[in-house]
């Protein structure tokens, strides 16, 4: 889950949504070629938050994610959407009709961490869709293998069409959204409108 803020709110976002997880965030470095950085909070479950921010870089105008990033940060700041992880993302370039972006952020203890990753437009175009990534490094590098808490991802809410999404994914027979529970709401906007999260405290909804 990515959640955008603009730079003058990241640190205090960062601090409040780890205080509110009941966990510290890491800090997850530069993403160069997109002109952003962040911050990760890896979550017992496989799964991970992560709050961004766009650089006074000029990859921030150029590149999808940043555009994104940017374009949330200026509407004041939220969920930005979901990612869905691949092991071969051959097949949603083949959907998609187009070849997926290359990323890497070289992470504070050196290690230079890759990725593909493909859907940003659609996700410009739409919010209600997830973008996808595979991850390019073994599986005990990922920002999800190492978890800082027992916090899990319990459910969402969305703003959006369920038969829009599953047709997106290319209705894979493991839902991404099969293991959570989700609440389909009306919006003006479509999109990610909240998560809610299994703390050691008790239910908390960002």
Not at 150 to 163: E, F, L, N
């Amino acid at each position: 889950m990515s959640y955008a803020v603009a730079r003058d709110s990241f640190v205090s976002t960062v601090q409040w949504i780890g205080s509110a997880l009941g966990a510290g965030f890491v800090d997850g470095g530069v993403h160069p070629r997109f002109g952003t950085r962040n911050f990760i909070l890896p979550l017992n479950g496989g799964t991970y938050v992560e709050v961004v921010t766009t650089l006074d870089h000029p990859a921030a105008d150029r590149a999808p994610f940043g555009q994104a990033v940017a374009r949330r940060a200026a509407e004041g700041g939220g969920w930005l959407g979901w990612v869905v992880s691949v092991d071969d993302i051959a097949p949603v370039e083949a959907r998609l009709g187009r070849t997926s972006a290359e990323g890497h952020r070289v992470r504070p203890d050196g290690f230079d961490l890759r990725w593909k990753q493909i859907g940003l437009l659609e996700l410009l175009e739409d919010p209600e869709l997830p973008y996808f990534l595979q991850w390019l490094v073994p599986m005990e590098e990922r920002p999800s293998a190492d978890p800082r808490t027992s916090t899990t991802i319990h459910g969402v809410s969305i703003a959006g069409d369920a038969a829009s999404i599953a047709e997106f994914l290319g209705e894979p027979a493991d839902h991404p959204l099969d293991q959570i529970d989700v609440t389909w709401v009306e919006d003006e906007e479509p999109g990610l409108i909240s998560v809610e999260f299994a703390t050691a405290r008790g239910p908390v909804t960002i």
